[in-house]
């Protein structure tokens, strides 16, 4: 037998592993440290009260025999997908329910969605960005081509017609620079994919955190976006889901390469290789999307925000230079005296006990930065940032 030679292509361990596996062994070799984490971007406030009744409520349903449920429709349940269709129409955009999947996460449709893609389309890459998009790609062996995101630019590259690309990556509010696209901007990325026949993957899982409303928070508000873009979002940070795992793709009818349906072709891979999200999650995912469940989840994320202010206030008065924060979670710093982003990674948790995200971990244009979140708690933040403070 043969195994999949381009694993051996990828780095030894995934980021966010290499990143839990130096911190367990600081950690092992300081137990009294208090180690903060601000580095992974997972949420630290509760589920809201109208999902977990949601949870309890549904678990209850699945104990007894007649609202007991089996096996749910492929493309998740009726409610969740009507509650993300009017989601979505809270926002001015409009989409079929039937263009609606119901999934476990972001993270695994970005990677499941390359079975619809042959491993011989060249693939066009930001860098810095969520490691998720390089590393599911070379494991299929697919040319990638990275395009520069650069202070320059302000984190935010445009196309290039010289540039051949089959598939388009692009994640706004961005993960990891807090860069937001414009409307504009993403209007210039639909045209190049219509006239070059590529598909654009759209990570919009941070959409949330969006504030300016000219800004927007779908690639489905640009015109004929429909016609060249699949859209992946997720409750893991709106809604505090990354332990309980729901999201969801939009793939839209009028999408159509060499002549077949991508709706179609996905519905054929996700209902032959996937079984769906459970009932009491997805019952607690519609709670998150009625007007009381968007109302507490508002209130987590002015945690967040407060949390972000509270971060940028103090580069500010360090001198540091920094971005993102205003409409993301994350916050986008320059290393302290020309640091590499690792060496001030070991450095701050060494001497700091601070656990951030080497910026270099998200591509070579990342070398020199740090990535911090906001989702650590008020108090944990506030702790963090007098230590940096006193550090540095
Ligand atoms: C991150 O820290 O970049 C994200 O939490 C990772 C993820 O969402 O998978």
Same mark, same amino acid.
């Given at each position: ?12 361990? +995934? ?18 440290? /208090? ?11 509760? #589920? ?32 969740? !997908?009507?509650?993300?269709? /009017?989601? +979505? ?14 999934? %476990?996460?972001?993270?695994? %449709? ?13 693939? #066009? ?6 490691? @998720? ?14 395009? !520069? ?32 696209? *414009? ?8 045209? +190049? ?13 941070? /959409? ?6 000219? #800004? ?41 390469? /060499? ?12 209902? *032959? ?29 002015? @945690? ?50 601070? @656990? ?29 940032? %007098? ?6």
């Amino acid at each position: 037998m043969k195994i999949n030679q381009n694993y051996n292509t990828l780095e030894k361990s +995934y980021l966010f592993s290499r990143v839990a596996e130096k911190v367990a062994a600081y950690k092992q070799a300081h137990p009294e440290a /208090e180690v903060i984490s601000l580095g992974i971007g997972d949420v630290t406030r509760p #589920l809201c009260r109208s999902a977990v009744r949601a949870l309890i409520s549904a678990a209850e349903d699945q104990g007894r025999a007649e609202t007991f449920h089996g096996y749910g429709p492929e493309q998740g349940y009726p409610f969740l !997908r009507r509650a993300i269709r /009017e989601y +979505y129409g809270s926002f001015g955009v409009s989409v079929d329910e039937e263009e609606i999947f119901v999934s %476990d996460g972001a993270k695994s %449709d970005i990677g499941n969605i390359l079975d619809l893609f042959s491993e011989e389309n060249t693939v #066009l890459i930001p860098d810095p960005v969520y490691p @998720v998009y390089r590393d599911t790609n070379q494991m299929a062996g697919r040319k990638i081509v990275y395009m !520069r995101a650069t202070k320059e630019n302000g984190f935010l590259p445009m196309p290039d017609p010289a540039v051949e690309a089959d598939i388009i990556y692009l994640c706004s509010p961005n993960n990891p620079t807090g860069a937001v696209y *414009t409307r504009r901007q993403l209007q210039k990325w639909v045209e +190049y994919a219509k006239k070059r026949g590529a598909v654009i993957l759209f990570d919009a899982a941070y /959409e949330s955190f969006i504030q300016e409303k000219s #800004l927007p928070r779908s690639i489905f508000e640009i015109e004929d976006a429909k016609s060249c873009a699949i859209e992946f979002c997720s409750f893991s940070k709106t809604a505090g889901f990354t332990g309980t795992r729901c999201g969801y793709t939009v793939v839209p009818r009028r999408l159509l390469r /060499e002549g077949s349906s991508l709706r179609d072709m996905w519905m054929r891979r996700q209902s *032959t290789k996937f079984n769906g999200v459970s009932y009491p999650v997805q019952k607690a995912a519609a709670a998150v999307l009625t007007n009381e469940g968007l109302a507490e989840c508002r209130e987590n994320l002015e @945690v967040y925000r407060r949390n972000a202010k509270r971060i940028t206030d103090t580069l500010d008065a360090m001198g540091i230079w920094h971005t993102g924060g205003k409409n993301s979670p994350y916050i986008w710093m320059e290393c302290p005296n020309n640091m590499t982003s690792w060496d001030f990674f070991d450095d701050l948790l060494s001497r700091g006990a601070i @656990v951030g995200t080497p910026g270099s971990g998200f591509g070579e244009n990342g070398e020199g930065f740090f990535r911090l979140t906001s989702f650590g708690t008020e108090e944990n933040t506030a702790k963090a940032m %007098d230590r940096l403070r006193r550090l540095f």
